[in-house]
């Protein structure tokens, strides 16, 4: 009887050591598009697109491309197609994983030219929705642009595709003004933002140098902060701290900056590490090697990137409705920190070089360092609130 009870005890003890951990089916998989034959063709001419898509917990399944101006256009990773009506396209791709789940979005611009020269451009939609808002509030612009050329929106936005939206945030009223121009001319369309004032209480904080710090892919942790790759190709996260205990409980937070403009860019970081990322991460009072993450995680709170090469600093502060609703989860649960995460992620295609045999998205660019200081005690967080009556 003991042998058997012994033998017993045995093989539960062995089914439990090989127990696997629970896998999240729900994690979406990351989709990316590598190569495009060419950002511009002539109407008839063949246009070939590559993708691919990386799944953390399953199988990569499936394939969606899109235009946005021909609809559905293939299900497979790679195709090409001579079939592309005259306009300036925005390709979508995304992936499928076994579990059902679909990737975000990414995208690329084609434009498709009719022999002959530039058509004149046209405004077909400039709209803010809502164009009436309370100070702190946002409100969201849309465009759509016919024909080829380049299209800026001012103030404070700056180039943009041929067709998109984007969430905005003036403290006072604001007109902004769309311009399309190419060798036929400049069109032009304003839209107004009326904001109604109230009475913001401004609060400058700036981060915490003792929690500031980078954690580097080989589990190294540094105190300044640093984020891209190192001169031996070792990538490098960075992390901010700032204290919050000087916000009132009970304050409704309106906006949020991160100001970032005192970054030094060190070589060429855009477009080789791809965007920069922002994430809302609580680490504590001090980084651990288990802080930096492989996997990209999901709602990220900004995320910045250049179309070309450029060793630009960041030239004005973050700010997204994401940054405030972030903030002021911290302040209602009584929370003195506010941590952020900062990564480079490589999503999107940069059409305006040609960057078509995907270096990149490779090492073998890299010959050197390419990384931000941003400069531990240096940023800061602006928070502005209003209390309740």
Known sequence: MKKAALAILLGMVMIAGCARPAVNTKLAPLAYIDSVSAPQVFVGEKVSFTGHAVSSTGQVVAYTWRSSINGNLSQ???????????????IWFRAQDNYGNWSDEVGTNVS????????????RVFT?????????????????????GS???????????????????????TVYTIF??????????????TVTPLHLYTLVLYSIAAEDGTVRKDKVVLDEVMVGENEMQV???????????????GAIIKTVDLDLTNTVVVNSPFPWQGALDIYNQQYGSSLRPNDYMVIVPAGYLYSWSYNVVSTMVPDKPFTSPDFVTAVQKR????????????QFEKYYYYSRQDYTNGGYQSNTYQTSANYLDIGSGNPKLTVRYILPD
């Not at 103030?155 to 006072?172: N, W």
Request: proline share 6%.
């Open 331 to 342: 302040v209602d649960a009584g929370d003195n920190r506010f941590q952020v995460r900062m």
């Open 112 to 123: 498709i030219l009719i022999p002959g020269g530039p058509e004149k451009m046209s405004v």
């Open 151 to 173: 299209v800026r929106i001012d103030p404070d936005i700056g180039d943009v595709s041929m067709s998109g939206s984007r969430t905005v945030q003036p403290l006072q009223d």
């Open 235 to 249: 990538q490098m996260q960075g992390f901010l701290s700032f204290d919050l205990s000087a916000v009132p409980q």
């Open 76 to 90: 497979l990773a790679s195709f090409e197609t001579d079939k592309l009506t005259a306009g300036t396209h925005t």
């Open 128 to 148: 803010a929705t809502p164009p009436n808002i309370t100070e702190g509030d946002w409100t969201n612009l849309s465009w759509d642009v016919s024909g080829y």
């Open 180 to 193: 399309g121009r190419n060798d036929e001319g400049v069109v032009t369309a304003s839209t107004k933002v």
